[in-house]
């Protein structure tokens, strides 16, 4: 994208590790709030439609609790969804500067889409809220019941449309990090229908999806049953609800991760494989199995006491798996980030050159500082140069150390002045002169 290529700056090597370590925090959070978003919004919509078709208010009554514990409030939204995906996107556009592959442009997408879809989100919430309220009314008025029903289609519309957003701003985002991983890949990135069609994205995404289900029911469970001594005030049915429904959940998602992962390993290109990859990787499925554990204990003998671990394993699953991805990338883009290093020490002396401290060219300084008193055949101020180098011929030492201080040398011409020039611009010119003068 243009436009983000114009506010990247040059990147040393040591800049690029520092991209990778920020990249690695950024998506600490942003992944596990994304998840939460997408799955929570999931399971509230769901419950929702499914209160609505049973009349049943213990789902509606659910769906909105959920709906408010994940969306916690606009500034919550803000900060941990929007801001990190912008900042994603500079540090994509300068890890891929250069590098002709579409991935910044899917991101871009991706922040466009999730900030539709969480607006959206909001809406439902707060139509979900609303409507409750008109509706506990004892004796709603035509107009109450009027606004009751638009709220109702705002709300169904809002939930539904909300979702397909950011289903469809999770997959751009998994496919503008996953291109970043495949360079053989680069070219094909600019093809909507590659971009359909990717067995690795379309995976990955897959189990993006998944893990969201499991680590929402997980946070479910976490603030119902845990944080903070879990809530106290629940009916008992509202109670069972809660816990069979997530408990339930948060199981069947967990369990379809280590397939899904292993398969996501195996599309890895081999650009992109290490230990590292692969230690993170069994790091992931090691904690998996702990929480599977754990779920299987609690549903067996029907209590919450592991509410908290299987909370928190889960997102250090969500963790290793980052630090492998991000292995990957930075594997994967090695090349393409000497590239840049190497591009970056071009610019480096382009910018010292101005102030006459790195970039030295010889040919310039002889222009600059020579020509006007020197040719190589004919007498200007000073001597031609076939007169009076061929003295110096394998001795440049002699020659750089009398252009740095001239001495008076021949009675037919003025002293020549000082230059003033730095011992490795003296070398540079003196290798230059000699240079021109073999030509000749
Ligand atoms: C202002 C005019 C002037 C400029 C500018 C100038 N020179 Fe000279 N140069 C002279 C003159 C006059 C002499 C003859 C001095 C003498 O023989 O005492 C000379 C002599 C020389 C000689 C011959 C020295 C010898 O041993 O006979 C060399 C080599 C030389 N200049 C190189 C350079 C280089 C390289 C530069 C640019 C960095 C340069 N000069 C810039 C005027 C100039």
């Given at each position: 994208m243009?436009?983000?290529?114009?506010?990247?700056?040059?990147?040393?090597?040591?800049h690029?590790t520092?991209?990778?370590?920020?990249?690695?925090?950024?998506l600490?959070?942003?992944?596990?709030?994304?998840?939460?978003?997408?799955?929570?919004?999931?399971?509230?919509?769901?419950?929702?439609n499914?209160?609505?078709?049973?009349?049943n208010?213990?789902?509606?009554r659910?769906?909105?609790?959920i709906?408010?514990?994940?969306?916690?409030?606009k500034?919550?939204g803000?900060?941990?969804?929007?801001?990190?995906?912008?900042?994603?996107i500079f540090?994509?556009?300068?890890?891929?500067?250069?590098?002709?592959?579409?991935?910044?442009?899917?991101?871009?997408?991706?922040?466009?889409?999730?900030?539709?879809?969480?607006?959206?989100?909001?809406?439902?919430?707060?139509?979900?809220?609303?409507?409750?309220?008109?509706?506990?009314?004892s004796?709603?008025?035509?107009?109450?019941?009027?606004?009751?029903?638009?709220?109702?289609?705002?709300?169904?519309?809002?939930?539904?449309?909300g979702?397909?957003?950011?289903y469809?701003?999770?997959?751009?985002?998994?496919?503008?990090?996953?291109?970043?991983i495949?360079?053989?890949?680069?070219?094909?990135?600019?093809?909507?229908?590659?971009?359909?069609?990717?067995?690795?994205?379309?995976?990955?995404?897959?189990?993006?999806i998944?893990?969201?289900?499991?680590?929402?029911g997980?946070?479910?469970?976490?603030?119902?049953?845990?944080?903070e001594?879990?809530?106290?005030?629940?009916?008992?049915?509202?109670?069972?609800?809660?816990?069979?429904?997530?408990l339930?959940?948060?199981?069947?998602?967990?369990?379809?991760?280590?397939?899904?992962?292993?398969?996501?390993?195996?599309?890895l290109p081999?650009?992109?494989?290490?230990?590292?990859?692969?230690?993170f990787?069994?790091?992931?499925?090691?904690i998996?199995?702990l929480?599977?554990?754990?779920?299987?204990?609690?549903?067996?003998?029907s209590?919450?006491?592991?509410?908290?671990?299987?909370?928190?394993?889960?997102?250090?699953?969500?963790v290793?798996?980052?630090?492998?991805?991000?292995?990957?990338?930075?594997?994967s883009?090695r090349?393409?980030?000497?590239?840049?290093?190497?591009?970056?020490?071009?610019?480096?002396?382009?910018?010292?050159?101005?102030?006459?401290?790195?970039?030295?060219s010889g040919?310039?300084?002889?222009?600059?500082?020579?020509?006007?008193?020197?040719?190589?055949?004919?007498?200007?101020?000073?001597?031609?140069?076939?007169?009076?180098?061929?003295?110096y011929?394998?001795n440049?030492?002699?020659?750089?150390?009398?252009?740095?201080?001239?001495?008076?040398?021949?009675?037919?011409?003025p002293?020549?002045?000082?230059?003033?020039?730095k011992p490795?611009?003296?070398?540079?010119?003196?290798?230059?002169?000699?240079?021109?003068y073999?030509?000749?």
């Amino acid at each position: 994208m243009g436009f983000f290529d114009s506010l990247v700056l040059p990147q040393s090597a040591e800049h690029i590790t520092l991209l990778h370590y920020m990249t690695k925090l950024i998506l600490f959070v942003f992944l596990p709030f994304l998840s939460v978003l997408i799955g929570g919004a999931t399971i509230s919509v769901f419950y929702k439609n499914k209160g609505l078709k049973e009349n049943n208010s213990i789902f509606l009554r659910f769906a909105k609790e959920i709906i408010e514990l994940i969306t916690i409030n606009k500034t919550a939204g803000l900060l941990m969804g929007l801001l990190p995906m912008l900042a994603l996107i500079f540090i994509y556009s300068q890890l891929l500067h250069l590098a002709k592959v579409a991935s910044v442009t899917y991101l871009i997408f991706s922040l466009v889409t999730i900030t539709i879809g969480v607006i959206l989100i909001f809406t439902y919430r707060y139509s979900l809220s609303v409507k409750k309220i008109i509706d506990s009314s004892s004796n709603p008025n035509d107009e109450a019941k009027d606004l009751s029903e638009n709220l109702s289609t705002l709300n169904n519309k809002s939930g539904t449309w909300g979702l397909i957003m950011l289903y469809v701003a999770s997959y751009f985002f998994i496919a503008g990090t996953t291109y970043a991983i495949y360079p053989e890949s680069w070219d094909a990135s600019f093809s909507v229908f590659n971009l359909f069609l990717s067995l690795p994205i379309f995976t990955k995404w897959i189990y993006f999806i998944v893990a969201s289900h499991a680590i929402a029911g997980a946070l479910i469970l976490f603030t119902y049953f845990y944080w903070e001594g879990g809530r106290q005030e629940l009916s008992d049915d509202f109670a069972t609800l809660v816990k069979n429904s997530t408990l339930k959940i948060t199981l069947t998602f967990a369990l379809a991760q280590p397939i899904l992962l292993l398969i996501n390993v195996v599309l890895l290109p081999s650009t992109a494989l290490s230990v590292g990859v692969f230690g993170f990787v069994v790091i992931a499925l090691f904690i998996l199995f702990l929480v599977f554990h754990f779920l299987y204990d609690m549903i067996k003998n029907s209590h919450v006491k592991f509410s908290g671990w299987v909370f928190i394993l889960l997102i250090f699953v969500s963790v290793s798996l980052i630090i492998s991805e991000q292995l990957s990338l930075s594997n994967s883009t090695r090349k393409h980030s000497a590239i840049l290093a190497a591009d970056y020490e071009v610019k480096k002396k382009e910018l010292l050159g101005d102030k006459g401290i790195a970039a030295i060219s010889g040919a310039e300084i002889y222009q600059a500082r020579c020509a006007s008193c020197h040719a190589f055949d004919k007498r200007l101020v000073g001597p031609p140069y076939k007169e009076t180098l061929p003295k110096y011929q394998g001795n440049i030492e002699k020659l750089i150390q009398f252009i740095r201080n001239p001495t008076k040398i021949d009675p037919a011409y003025p002293p020549m002045p000082n230059p003033g020039l730095k011992p490795n611009e003296a070398r540079a010119v003196a290798e230059y002169i000699f240079e021109k003068y073999k030509v000749q």
